[in-house]
């Protein structure tokens, strides 16, 4: 060992300490990048060979300096930020986004500012697609994961299957029969109906019609339903329609049922309706469509109206839905399972990554759910840049699973998640490293000097 040797010592020290004021430089300027993690250098000493034997019969090894051992992620979680874009996401917990670029690559990340693309995929800033859950033609979620896409901006308008209705009607009321005629010439006369309700129901083109519903006393307990609609928009059989006018629009009998109430007002039977169609079979909606195409958009368009669960007919306790009680008629709920055609207005995302649509009709639908992925060891993940990882051997077999199930962490819409560097224990360690920098060139230094002592030996 000769003192020559103290020089490449204190150079590895001085390699060592600017490459950990490297990172320290990279962590401070990543102090506000999303989803940035702290990168920590890890020392290790070096030796050389044997140099003799110790007192204690142990063996002299010769120091040889310093060197980088690893360079460790920290994956301590960042502060979580809000935002204004429904597509920014922040991870509160264990996993990874996971990202694909057009060429099958597969990446990680924890940084979640997306947007949607050209093309409908959310995508990063990078140009990588987000990967999830998929869904089928009813909104379920399936088992199967790929890029999330935003393409479905139109849903096709709904036909209306169901009518349901819930309130009272007035047990007072006097009894009347009306003919048809009478019925469609003057509904809402008090002598005709005792009660009305207008509902908006929709063909399978996603078209609006309103129809109107007039419920008449006919005799003690039992009550007519009468559904009428605008005589140009549906096709009924003749005696069923008043023709419209140019000022005063006609009447059509669509539908006609019957309920029956309990001495106690509670609903009892309920008679299937007739409809007034050519084969007595649904409601053919007739318009918009011009008169050069007279097919009807539904024809035959059966619509179910649910008063509630009767007792004889239903097996119910007559209780839920429709009564006949002493109190004025009112209506307390109405619903209708039809909606016009919409176009994707917004979407929103649930903390289990699910993705939902909002439409401009008023309908929500599944669009997919944002998986995550985590690894038994996240800190083998190999950094390539951009915010991003790649699997190594060192990280082990990707796990994918919901967000907020089992050890996976939630997802916050609106929300980013900060970089994890403090800057405070940042400053600390660079003044650590630059003392150890400046003890390590005052070695050079030192040993220069009694270099130059020897070569003075020789004068």
Same mark, same amino acid.
């Given at each position: ?10 150079? @590895? ?11 320290? !430089? ?72 996971? #990202? ?11 940084? *979640? ?14 140009? #990588? ?51 048809? /005629? ?49 005589? @140009? ?25 019957? #309920? ?16 007034? +169609? ?37 097996? *119910? ?8 009680? !002493? ?12 909606? /016009? +055609? ?17 439409? @401009? +009709? ?5 669009? &997919? ?66 003392? &150890? ?16 002592? #020897? ?5």
């Amino acid at each position: 060992m000769g003192i020559s040797s103290a020089f490449f010592s204190a150079t @590895s020290g001085i390699n060592a300490m600017s490459r950990a004021l490297s990172e320290i !430089g990279n962590n401070i300027a990543n102090a506000q990048t999303v989803g940035y993690k702290t990168r920590n250098v890890s020392f290790g000493d070096l030796f050389g060979a044997t140099i003799g034997g110790g007192g204690g019969g142990g063996s002299l090894v010769e120091g040889r300096g310093v060197r980088v051992l690893d360079i460790d992620a920290s994956f301590t979680q960042g502060s979580l930020q809000s935002t204004a874009n429904a597509l920014d996401l922040a991870i509160d917990g264990d996993g990874f986004f996971e #990202l694909h670029d057009s060429a099958g690559g597969i990446f990680y990340s924890r940084a *979640g500012q997306f947007n949607v693309s050209s093309s409908g995929n959310i995508e990063s800033p990078a140009g #990588l697609t987000l990967q999830g859950y998929q869904v089928d033609s009813t909104g379920s979620i399936l088992s199967t994961i790929g890029d999330l896409v935003l393409t479905t901006t139109q849903q096709p308008g709904n036909p209306t299957t169901t009518i349901g209705m819930s309130g009272n009607l007035f047990s007072q009321a006097l009894a009347a029969n009306p003919t048809t /005629a009478q019925l469609l010439a003057d509904p809402a006369n008090p002598n005709i109906s005792q009660f009305s309700q207008g509902v908006r129901v929709y063909d399978s083109q996603g078209s609006g019609h309103d129809l109107t519903m007039y419920f008449t006393k006919t005799t003690a307990n039992t009550w007519t339903y009468s559904v009428l609609a605008n005589s @140009s928009e549906v096709t009924v059989t003749a005696g069923n329609f008043i023709p419209s006018t140019p000022t005063t629009p006609g009447n059509a009998l669509v539908a006609q049922g019957t #309920l029956g109430f309990t001495t106690a007002g509670l609903l009892d039977t309920e008679g299937a309706p007739t409809y007034f +169609n050519a084969g007595g079979t649904g409601i053919d909606f007739t318009s918009p469509v011009g008169a050069t195409n007279p097919t009807a958009p539904t024809p035959n368009q059966q619509i179910t109206f649910d008063f509630g669960t009767s007792i004889t007919t239903d097996g *119910g306790t007559g209780t839920d839905g429709m009564l006949q009680q !002493g109190s004025p008629s009112v209506l307390l709920t109405l619903d209708q399972d039809g909606f /016009a +055609n919409g176009t994707l207005v917004g979407t929103s995302i649930a903390e289990d990554g699910t993705l939902t649509g909002n439409f @401009s +009709n008023g309908v929500t639908e599944s669009l &997919g759910q944002v998986s995550l992925t985590r690894f038994i060891n996240p800190h083998g993940l190999q950094a390539v840049g951009r915010n991003l990882f790649v699997q190594s051997s060192d990280s082990g077999t990707p796990l994918v699973g919901a967000p907020d199930s089992g050890s996976f962490g939630k997802i916050f819409a609106s929300t980013l998640e900060t970089s994890n560097v403090d800057l405070g224990d940042q400053l600390v360690e660079m003044i650590r490293m630059q003392r &150890g920098f400046q003890a390590n060139s005052r070695i050079v230094t030192t040993t220069n000097d009694l270099l130059g002592e #020897l070569v003075n030996l020789g004068r």
